[in-house]
């Protein structure tokens, strides 16, 4: 107790020196902890968008997540709706659960026979209900909300698709798709977007879905391979198109109803889906989960090999974008970390020398080396507490401010500005990590003034002047 009355003594005696290293110190913890909310805002931006497009878990057939893309229809899930019974019947999680339903991806061409245009796409059937809320899911508290599908309640031949598809195929005016330019040259009317059998079937189709050829300018023919490996049309009516947030995908994605797309790829035969997607209450839920439905999809692997992911494996991006804001973070860490270790080494060796007579002094009255050393370690400590404390409150009040501005910015993934936001409050870990790591570095400084001034001579140091 003496040792830290004594230290906070030595510190009030020099309040400007102490004042500086202190304010040094809590701009650095400050700037430490903003950016770690940022980060930590980014993480959960990107997390739930996850979660709510594909849920926390998907079951697929074991290769479908490596060699699916090239022709999903062939690892199609076979009762998959005692799949999705069995897991909704369980005991345990049946607590979990908020969505289970099942998807079918396909691959094909749409074309707008009007406009004599087309383009290769892959996309998803769904269950529009399901989808929608599966889009609530907000565990974090975000304050966007992510827009329902407008497939829920429309009609059966209802598509939505991605404004880069909407583009090429010509539907941004019967959309009213605003920043959406025509190309420069139009097609000549005796070019061929289909081939003349496609186009024959194309034309069949859309003539026997609304009566009339061309009907609707936001009608579009979709050409798939169905089961039995024969192509087959159907007629879509595209409802609205969203922008999906990377270009690539954005040019080939179309979203339909489930039942529509497992009647033009299965027919009569009994309908398969490519996933059945899991999404729970809560994402640390995740491990339990997957401990209950490992001898419930060994029952049902009997006849077709099937494989649980969860959506950290099925969006790679996710996770490397978070490996780099963790590096940067660390980054930010060791360059402050570094700042603050020369401060307040260069204030602890500063006050060395001016109390070399008092060290002196002590060590005469009989105080032993390591009382001196043990001294100036305190003072450290107490600056490195002081400062890291004064920067967790600086950051809170800061973080208060900056989400009540509300500034808006386009996190990576999103297609909507969101307010800008940095996550300081309740991230207990990210606190008591950077206030336990700013005191060891200010101890870690502080011990090597406090080394020398404990080998100082008792007899040159009384001299000193």
Known sequence: MMTWSLAVRNLLRNRRRSLATLLAMAIGSTSILLFGGFSTNVNYELH????????????????????GSGNPTAYGIADYTKIMAAIQSDEVLRNMLLVVTPTLQFGGIAANYAANVSRTIIGNGFVAEDINRMRRWNDFDLRTKAPASALEGAAADAAVVGTGVARVLQLCDALKIARCPKPEKEQKADSKALPDDIAQLSLQETTAASGTAGASPRRIEVLVVNARGAPNVTSLEVIRAEDQGVKELDEVYVMMHLAQLQKLIYGKSPPRATSIMIQLRHSDQIPAALVRLAPILAKFSTSQPLAVLDFRALNPFYVQTMQMFDTIFGFVFVLIGGIVLFTVSNTMNTTVVERTVEIGTLRAIGLRRSGIRRLFVTEGALLGLCGAVLGVVLALVL????????????????????????????????????????ICIAILSAWWPAHRAARLDVVEALRHV
């Open 399 to 438: 973080s208060v401010i900056i989400n009540q501005i509300g500034m808006p910015w386009l996190p990576p993934g999103n297609v909507e500005l969101v307010p800008f936001t940095v996550n300081v409050w309740g991230e207990n870990r990210m606190i008591l990590g950077t206030t336990f790591g700013l």
């Open 48 to 67: 739930t968008r996850h979660v709510q497009k594909g849920g926390h878990l998907q079951i697929q057939h074991r290769d479908f997540y490596l060699y």
